[in-house]
């Protein structure tokens, strides 16, 4: 009997129920609160789902997060080895190659003033940098902190592993993903609150046909020119670039194939659950945190305040030519942000189709971000 029972108690305190804080607890309830936006409501699943998941184990079981050095036999969790590759920028490098392989560049070729939005999207990523500064981080840390106002996970997890912030890579990652999947939620709002109902219902004019050969070009002379400006932006752009001309080349269909679904996919899975996986409640539950997320917010509503009052500049400077709403694809969630854009403006008007003239804006956000990553880096000596 007394075999059975100390059996049965072994058995008890092996399981998670005596083993987690009311902080796991928390988190926990936080994963199952993403899972429901992410299934529920639809709210970008494919980011959401695996980041939750990962949040999910590492708050039952935080050893599958444990590093060798910190395990008893000297074998670190499965998740830790995900997270290496999100620290060793390999991640985020591949995920800019299947994003670039996605996207369609036409829409910004076709209408270049699109850049200068996508650049005035960025102005809420340098005042977040300050306002860090204000609130306590020293400048490489506000630096990691602020790129979180691109809407960029990948940017946000290759800056602070540049920067060597791997410390504050978790929360960074974790509040770049969230609020990439809320921009239905977060931007309209500001939209609306910035724009009049007349600029709102504005029609642009159709975009001029794109010939092959400018799509061919396109991302060889971006390549160059902002790699010979920011060359440590190579890694970032570089793919960005490569994945777009296996897609316009038309002479490696394969390669395109893979790159944006089978590996765009799979490193999907591996860095959502390893970024899911920093959010342990001893890492996660701290002051710092609570600032990241509250920067990360301003910074994101700053940079799509930036790109639409921007975006109001030149709907005057071209006498009502411009739809100011594109300009909050600025930020670089592609495409959740261009389709806001749409979404805003078909309330207004059933018949306005802005997607496309959002693309532009949204495409350059991915360039601009990458860019201001690289800015970070020169001016750190990196």
């Known amino acids: 009997m007394s075999y059975i029972l100390d059996t049965m108690g072994n058995l008890l305190h092996q399981t998670a129920f ?18 429901y936006l992410a299934i529920a409501k639809g709210y970008e699943p494919l980011l959401l789902v695996p980041i939750a998941f990962g949040m999910l184990l590492v708050n039952i079981y935080p050893d599958i997060m444990v590093s060798p ?29 299947g994003v670039g392989a996605m996207t369609d560049f036409g829409p910004l070729i076709a209408n270049p003033i699109s850049f200068l939005l996508g650049a005035a999207a960025q102005f809420g990523i340098f005042g977040a940098y300050l306002m860090a500064i204000l609130m306590g981080f020293n400048d490489k840390a506000a630096a990691a902190v602020s790129i979180i106002g691109g809407a960029d996970g990948p940017t946000s997890i290759f800056l602070a592993g540049k920067l060597g912030q791997t410390g504050l890579m978790g929360p960074i990652a974790v509040a770049a993903y969230s609020y990439m ?3 239905p939620i977060i931007q309209p709002p500001v939209m609306k609150a910035l724009t009049t109902k007349k600029e709102r219902s504005i029609v642009m004019e159709n975009l001029r046909p794109v010939s092959k050969l400018e799509k061919i070009l396109f991302p060889i002379i971006v390549t160059i020119v902002v790699c010979m400006i920011l060359p440590t932006t190579a890694p ?3 793919m960005l670039m490569l994945g777009n001309l296996f897609r316009e080349s ?7 194939d893979t790159a944006s679904n089978a590996l765009m996919y799979i490193v999907v899975i591996l860095l959502g659950t390893s970024v899911g996986a920093t959010t342990s409640a001893e890492a996660f539950l701290n002051i710092s945190t609570i600032k990241i997320v509250i920067l990360g917010l301003v910074a994101f509503v700053f940079g799509t305040a930036a790109g639409v009052l921007f975006g109001k500049i030149l709907c005057v400077l071209t006498k009502g030519k411009i739809n100011p709403l594109i300009g909050s694809a600025g930020v670089s969630a592609v495409p959740m942000a261009a389709r806001v854009s749409q979404k805003v403006g078909a309330e207004e008007d059933p018949t306005n189709f802005l997607l496309m003239h959002a693309m532009g804006p949204n495409v350059a956000g991915v360039i601009g971000t990458a860019v201001a990553a690289g800015v970070f880096m020169a001016i750190f000596g990196i």
């Open 181 to 183: 999947a809320l921009v």
């Open 250 to 256: 038309g002479v490696v269909r394969q390669l395109q």
């Open 18 to 35: 005596l083993n987690l804080t009311w902080g796991n607890y928390l988190m926990i309830a936080v994963a199952c609160i993403f899972l």
């Open 69 to 97: 050095e910190e395990s008893s036999n000297g074998i670190g969790g499965l998740l830790h080895y995900f997270y290496l590759m999100d620290e060793w920028s390999i991640l985020p490098s591949l995920i800019f190659l």
């Open 236 to 238: 970032l752009v570089g």
